[in-house]
């Protein structure tokens, strides 16, 4: 596997490298050694699955705030979708910024997005399922987000969702 540095820092694309035959493929999807050969400290604490029925959903950006801050290691395992890592860490040189990948079942591709980065993505099509990993357990007193199209980071999505959560569109704009 394979740990591709993304300009924010600490969020990685996690390329698998498959063994294929004629059974089909097999492919390490995480190893706790190789993540700390690349400085990645990742324990796993929780591990959940989005199901998104229809295209264009969007679920984000999300965010669990200090004390309780999560990173998530997040995995396409049906469909397609366009994945986006927010940093709000203020002394970040990146801070405000965003980095996105596509995600897929046939790319085998997953995420990490650092503790204190907002998370959101975009379902390309029907059926879409993500698995996340987590680095602690949900804290909802600390769960926080901003808004997808707020105008303070320039996200650029590539559609207009069309399924979307009434908290995700009302997050406040950032006054960060």
């Not at 009434?166 to 406040?172: G, L």
């Amino acid at each position: 596997m394979n740990l591709v540095p993304l300009k924010i820092p600490g969020a990685y694309l996690v390329e698998v490298e498959p063994k294929e035959d004629g059974r089909g493929l097999f492919a390490r999807t995480f190893c706790r050694d190789e993540f700390a050969r690349a400085g990645v400290d990742f324990p796993v604490a929780q591990c959940s699955v989005s199901l998104n029925r229809e295209p264009f959903t969007l679920r984000g950006m999300h965010v669990q705030r200090p004390p309780c801050p999560e990173a998530k290691l997040v995995r396409c395992t049906a469909g397609r979708v366009w994945d986006c890592v927010l940093d709000l860490r203020p002394g970040s040189p990146t801070f405000r910024q965003w980095a996105a990948e596509e995600l897929s079942a046939d790319n085998h591709r997953a995420l990490l997005i650092p503790e204190n980065c907002a998370h959101g993505f975009l379902s390309l099509e029907p059926d879409t399922e993500l698995f996340y990993m987590m680095s602690a357990p949900f804290a909802p007193a600390h769960a926080g987000g901003v808004r997808w199209d707020d105008p303070a980071f320039g996200i650029a999505w590539p559609a207009a969702p069309r399924v979307l959560s009434d908290k995700d569109r009302a997050w406040p704009d950032f006054k960060g």
